[in-house]
């Protein structure tokens, strides 16, 4: 790490940019915010950066306390990467940079792979948190074979990977029409009137769900 360059000290910005500002280190960063990783599975995930780069990336994240190697949930002897306390604490900034970034999609950016887990990400980004219902609310979203879940209590936000019981609204489309609506290169006025989103449930939770999303009907 002593041959990286570096900005230089005095500024926490400048600081934290030679922690993660190297190219890809992000990505890695956004794949363990998803859920514990493989080295294999990082590889496949993120095409084009090859496996002594990615080595590298995960050498110097855990260097610097971002992320662990742990073994693989399940109790298997295989062993994963995933974020430390201090690495889960980009999440929020992360998610905050990947909803100004969704402001610069444009259709012809979509023609790579686009992984139904994105939306999980995707999902967190796009709540504004001056939207949040005053009642309690369960939005369950089933994005190609993921399903994750926005739950709304007592004003406070909390999301997870697994169905819910009983949700107030169910939401199922494609991932490349989630993120779509997410980029508003789509309206989920229309999206629905296509048939490329289906929602299911009480609408009035439909509309504080749209509403909490910043979206426009």
């Known amino acids: 790490m002593s041959s990286r360059r570096e900005y230089g000290p005095g500024c926490g910005l400048a600081v934290g940019l030679d922690v993660i500002g190297e190219r890809w280190t992000l990505l890695v960063v ?28 995960l050498r110097m994240l855990a260097g610097h306390g971002v992320l662990e190697r742990v073994p693989m949930p399940g109790g298997d002897r295989a062993m994963c990467y995933q974020l430390t306390e201090l690495g889960e604490q980009l999440r929020h900034p992360l998610l905050a940079l990947a909803r100004w970034g969704m402001g610069f999609l444009r259709e012809d950016d979509r023609g790579g792979v686009i992984r139904p887990e994105w939306g999980f990400l995707a999902v967190q980004s796009m709540v504004s948190r001056d939207a949040v219902p005053d009642v309690d609310d ?6 190609d074979s993921q399903t994750f879940v926005i739950e709304v209590r007592d004003g406070a936000v909390r999301f997870s990977r697994a169905p819910a019981a009983a949700p107030d ?13 997410g980029a508003r290169m789509l309206a989920p006025g229309e999206a629905v009137a296509t048939g490329k989103v289906r929602i ?10 749209i509403r909490m999303l910043g979206l426009d009907w």
Do not use: H, S
């Open 30 to 57: 956004r794949e363990l915010l998803i859920g514990p990783a493989r080295f294999t599975a990082l590889l496949a995930n993120m095409p084009g950066i090859g496996p002594n780069l990615l080595a590298d990336r």
């Open 138 to 143: 369960t939005y369950e979203f089933r994005v």
């Open 169 to 181: 609204i169910t939401v199922d489309c494609d991932a490349d029409t989630f993120i779509r609506v």
């Open 200 to 209: 299911t449930g009480d609408p009035p939770a439909a509309r504080r769900c």
